[in-house]
């Protein structure tokens, strides 16, 4: 399995409140990823990184902002909960841009109240 | 609009028995065309990659099959075992980074 931890792995929160989500990757690689999964969606792409401190846009991306200081560490955040966040995260990794292999991480699962 | 529809949304089959899940799209550009399983609770994990020039692609009991002309891949499961019960993810690559994902076949597979 690919090195990638997410934390924290649950999480309930109350409307209005910040929220980080910590994705570490252990695999040295350049492009990091934060999707949400939904039912009855495919898992959307928030943001991702192409390297320390290059990230971008997702299809998904209002009301999140992401941050990567280090090659191993992708951060999403949540300025301001809110219930339609509600959802289950996961952090995906790769070593070339779209090509090649997408490794997921566990997920963190977020209830919005 | 880019999209990947899969079918059937879920299945029940019995333990030994074969099935087959369906992947269309309608993606341009394309670039790959991945499997992935999902078990409950947990993340995705590929099965198979396949670029247009591939038409199939195996993974021990798992065989994935594209038709770049129909824009339809199906994969297909050997002897099912309780294990194999899970989410499978059709997901195609477009352009340079952008994944489109459909919404999974939930399969079930009963002893």
């Known amino acids: 399995d690919a090195g990638i931890t997410q934390s924290p792995r649950h999480k309930v929160t109350e409307t209005g409140t910040p929220v980080t989500l910590r994705c570490h990757q252990t695999?040295?690689?350049?492009?990091m990823y934060w999707y949400r999964q939904d039912p009855g969606h495919g898992l959307r792409l928030i943001h991702y990184?192409?390297?320390?401190?290059?990230?971008d846009k997702g299809e998904v991306s209002d009301g999140y902002s992401v941050s990567r200081s280090k090659t191993e560490d992708f951060l999403l955040t949540l300025e301001s909960a809110t219930s339609s966040q509600t959802s289950v995260y996961f952090c995906?990794?790769?070593?070339?841009f779209g090509s090649g292999e997408l490794f997921f991480g566990e997920g963190s699962r977020l209830t919005v109240l | 609009k880019n999209q990947v529809e899969q079918s059937p949304q879920s299945l029940i089959i019995l333990e030994g028995k074969n099935c087959t899940l369906q992947?269309?799209?309608?993606?341009?550009?394309?670039?790959?065309l991945r499997w992935y399983k999902q078990d409950t609770g947990r993340g995705p994990v590929s099965l198979t990659i396949?670029?247009?020039?591939?038409n199939t692609k195996s993974n021990g009991r798992y065989t994935a099959t594209l038709d770049a002309d129909t824009k339809q891949s199906s994969l297909h499961i050997t002897a099912s075992q309780l294990s194999d019960s899970a989410s499978y993810i059709c997901?195609?690559?477009?352009?340079?980074?952008?994944?489109?994902f459909g919404t999974g076949t939930r399969l079930k597979v009963l002893a």
């Open positions: 995906a990794i790769s070593e070339s």
């Open positions: 695999e040295n690689h350049r492009y």
């Open positions: 990184s192409y390297g320390v401190k290059d990230t």
């Open positions: 992947c269309n799209y309608t993606v341009s550009p394309f670039s790959n």
């Open positions: 396949m670029t247009f020039s591939e």
């Open positions: 997901v195609v690559g477009s352009g340079t980074y952008k994944y489109i």
